[in-house]
């Protein structure tokens, strides 16, 4: 991605007792993300964790989405409007409760 760009990131803490369809967020959430949000991602990528860094440790996080926009204001005018109907989408995948970070891309 472009230096200067935009990355939001949603990781997924993995753990004990927690959940996440892979299958729901790749094929239908992530689908629902690029119909709603359409031209404002420039580029979007899902991570599915499989192990730490210790051999045999589990993972950090059960997955990764990461979004990439031209600017924060790309970001917050296409997702603002489509918020609750994202956020209300999170339940139908895992009982997860996701960590945000948004972030400049350096290099």
């Known amino acids: 991605m472009n230096k200067g760009s935009i990355k939001v990131s949603v990781l997924y803490p993995n753990g004990e007792g927690k959940t996440f369809d892979m299958d729901y967020y790749c094929n239908k959430h992530f ?8 031209d404002a991602i420039l580029s979007s990528a899902v991570e599915k964790g ?3 860094g210790a ?3 589990e993972a950090t996080y059960a997955a990764i989405g990461n979004l990439y926009f031209a600017s924060i204001e790309s970001f917050q005018n296409a997702f603002g409007p489509h918020a609750e109907q994202i956020m209300g989408d999170i ?4 009982n997860i409760e996701p960590t945000i ?5 350096m290099i």
């Open 31 to 38: 689908t629902m993300l690029n119909d709603l949000l359409g």
């Open 50 to 52: 499989l192990g730490g």
């Open 55 to 57: 051999p045999g440790s």
């Open 91 to 94: 339940p139908n995948y895992t």
């Open 101 to 105: 970070q948004i972030s400049e891309v």
